[in-house]
């Protein structure tokens, strides 16, 4: 069946520190992938997605690239802030005739610190 | 716009009580999805309505949980007889596609947090 992995949290960084957040998947076919962010005390929303390999998704400084080669879709940013605190989850839907069902990672908390 | 919105937003139950869950989606959306999200874990999916049929729901866990969404918008999703183990978010998803393509990204709502005692 369908899974994700994502690094195992939590991560704390100083401000303006690099981030990677690493995911790799493992499913049948040509998924889409997705990063999801859960700032505390809200919803989940939409950071990025991807839908076709090695296609980038990209928002708020936070890039992520679909290799196929390595099943992997790595979150990264160049300068974190103390607002990018929050958990962030990975997942993939396969866009079946039963919809797009979303199979998630387990999530990693990340803080960052002034 | 208006979002997702669920409620209660918060709900204790006492072990064996029924309880029902809310979810309003985005106004048009198609497809509407349940989630269950345990403690520090991702969320797992539930059950997926397209319009107002169920056309999956390989994800509940018993046959104590079940959905409807009977005029294709508002959702219910019930749990009889509430065990410990139920405790979890419970998440509603709306999109505005059925499957595949830019219409598929899944707009979440603030969940409800269920605590059975």
């Known amino acids: 069946g369908n899974s994700v992995t994502q690094m195992e949290g939590p991560v704390t960084l100083s401000e303006e520190a690099f981030l990677t957040i690493n995911c790799t998947y493992t499913?049948?076919?040509?998924?889409?992938l997705f990063w999801y962010v859960q700032y505390p005390g809200e919803g989940l929303q939409l950071l990025l997605k991807a839908t076709k390999a090695d296609d980038k998704g990209s928002n708020k400084g936070f890039e992520a690239t679909y290799r196929k080669e390595t099943t992997s879709f790595h979150l990264e940013k160049g300068s974190v802030q103390v607002s990018d605190s929050a958990v962030y989850f990975c997942?993939?839907?396969?866009?079946?005739?039963?919809?797009?069902?979303?199979?998630f990672g387990e999530g990693t908390q990340l803080t960052v610190n002034p | 716009g208006a979002g997702v919105s669920q409620s209660p937003r918060y709900k204790v139950a006492k072990r064996g009580q029924d309880v029902a869950l809310r979810c309003d989606p985005i106004?048009?959306?198609?497809?509407l999805f349940w989630y269950q999200q345990a403690l520090g874990q991702g969320p797992e999916f539930l059950t997926y309505?397209?319009?107002?049929?169920?056309?999956?729901k390989s994800g509940l866990p018993s046959d104590r949980f079940f959905a409807e969404r009977p005029e294709g918008s508002v959702s219910t999703l019930k749990i009889q007889r509430t065990q410990q183990e139920d405790s979890a978010v419970y998440l509603c998803?709306?999109?505005?596609?059925?499957?595949?393509?830019?219409?598929?990204?899944?707009?979440f709502g603030p969940g409800t947090r269920l605590t059975v005692l």
């Open positions: 499913a049948t076919g040509y998924p889409s």
């Open positions: 998803a709306s999109s505005p596609g059925v499957a595949g393509g830019l219409t598929d990204t899944q707009y």
């Open positions: 997942a993939l839907s396969r866009g079946e005739t039963s919809g797009s069902r979303l199979t």
């Open positions: 106004s048009g959306h198609v497809s």
């Open positions: 309505f397209q319009n107002e049929a169920q056309l999956d």
